[in-house]
């Protein structure tokens, strides 16, 4: 019985959260071939306050990472920080984030895009 733990800005509504969990679950029953109803998911809101402690506990981080990571995050809005994760870490299509989150495609990709620039400009300036 395959579990997926999700941890996550707080913020998203009931709808976003079974949407997600619904692609999740049909994407690991399809991976581990086994029925949707075996597939258990759970999501876990993050209050923003919250999530450098919760980042700081990851153990798969080193701390200079989890710093970087840390600190780039928090020059995105927390819109852009969505569409990066879901889009960079989670590996969910443009489209898919863009209904995911309620939010036309061409403003997920004009998000995107920025953020990605934010990122890019502040890493090579530092490291």
């Known amino acids: 019985m395959p579990h997926v733990d999700i941890k996550c800005y707080a913020g998203r509504t009931y709808a976003q959260k079974k ?3 619904a692609k999740i679950t ?3 029953a399809e991976i581990f071939e086994t029925s949707e109803d075996s597939v258990s ?3 876990h809101d993050i209050p923003p306050e919250n999530w450098e402690p919760y980042l700081q506990a990851c153990e798969s981080a080193s701390p ?3 710093l970087i990571l840390t600190e780039c995050m928090k020059l995105l809005s927390d819109e852009e920080r969505q569409i990066v994760i879901l889009h960079a870490v989670a590996g969910f299509k ?3 984030t863009a209904k995911l989150l309620e939010l036309p495609l061409s ?3 004009s998000k995107y895009n920025r953020a990605m ?3 890019k400009n502040h890493i090579g300036k530092e490291y």
């Open 107 to 109: 403003t997920v990709l």
């Open 19 to 21: 949407i997600l969990a």
């Open 117 to 119: 620039k934010k990122l």
């Open 94 to 96: 443009h489209r898919e």
């Open 41 to 43: 998911i759970a999501i």
């Open 26 to 28: 049909r994407d690991i």
């Open 64 to 66: 200079e990472d989890r």
